[in-house]
T-cell receptor
Framework: GIQVEQSPPDLILQEGANSTLRCNFS?????LQWFHQNPWGQLINLFY???GTKQNGRLSATTVATERYSLLYISSSQTTDSGVYFC?????????FGSGTQLTVLP | GAVVSQHPSRVICKSGTSVKIECRSL??????MFWYRQFPKQSLMLMAT?????????EQGVEKDKFLINHASLTLSTLTVTSAHPEDSSFYIC????????????????FGSGTRLTVV
């Protein structure tokens, strides 16, 4: 099956700093999503981005499908950004999740 | 739009009992639903794919008789953990695919809020 790798596994930032999270995948995909899992476990859909670039407020994402990677940018981080960020991809109908990046933003 | 409701959010049960978790698509018809399990500090692992009106497809290593899945309508899939044991304690999350192609193309897959199961 398709392999999904995320880096870094852990990231600690001071409030106000910027960060880049990376997702590499092993095969062509027709679906790529970035999620934020909050402390209660809920998955918040951040971006659906199988290719190209999207922005939503302080967050933006870029997927380069031909090179099989995606990047999530967080600017001016806030403590509420803390949590686990997952990348998930699908080549058929099911999503395969990466191992996640645990982000901690310190006040 | 594209809301998936999952209940209960938290359940504690005794060993040997069964627990049913419901996953509903509220504003669209979900022809396919997915059930995931997540252990603490780990990623989400797909357990099974549930198709309306047919048998679920289970991932390797997932016991069909232990995790019963029923997808009797286009808006409801249920996961029943039978004869639960403490090692079944985990976070279970459902996801739905369906609705119109344009919505899926713009938003991808939608997830429920999860069920935290504790077996004592």
């Amino acid at each position: 099956g398709i392999q999904v790798e995320q880096s870094p596994p852990d990231l600690i930032l001071q409030e106000g700093a910027n960060s880049t999270l990376r997702c590499n995948f092993s095969d062509s995909v027709n679906n790529l999503q970035w999620f934020h899992q909050n402390p209660w476990g809920q998955l918040i859909n951040l971006f659906y981005i199988p290719s190209g670039t999207k922005q939503n407020g302080r967050l933006s994402a870029t997927t380069v499908a031909t090179e099989r990677y995606s990047l999530l940018y967080i600017s001016s981080s806030q403590t509420t950004d803390s949590g686990v960020y997952f990348c998930a991809v699908a080549s058929a109908r099911q999503l395969t999740f990466g191992s996640g990046t645990q982000l901690t933003v310190l006040p | 739009g594209a809301v998936v409701s999952q209940h209960p959010s938290r359940v504690i049960c005794k060993s040997g009992t069964s627990v049913k978790i419901e996953c509903r698509s509220l504003d669209f018809q979900a022809t396919t639903m997915f059930w995931y399990r997540q252990f603490p500090k780990q990623s989400l692992m797909l357990m099974a794919t549930s198709n309306e009106g047919s048998k679920a497809t289970y991932e390797q290593g997932v016991e069909k008789d232990k995790f019963l899945i029923n997808h009797a309508s286009l808006t409801l899939s249920t996961l029943t953990v039978t004869s639960a044991h403490p090692e079944d304690s985990s976070f279970y999350i459902c996801s739905a695919a369906g609705g119109d192609r344009l919505r899926r193309a713009n938003y991808g897959y939608t997830f429920g809020s999860g069920t935290r199961l504790t077996v004592v």
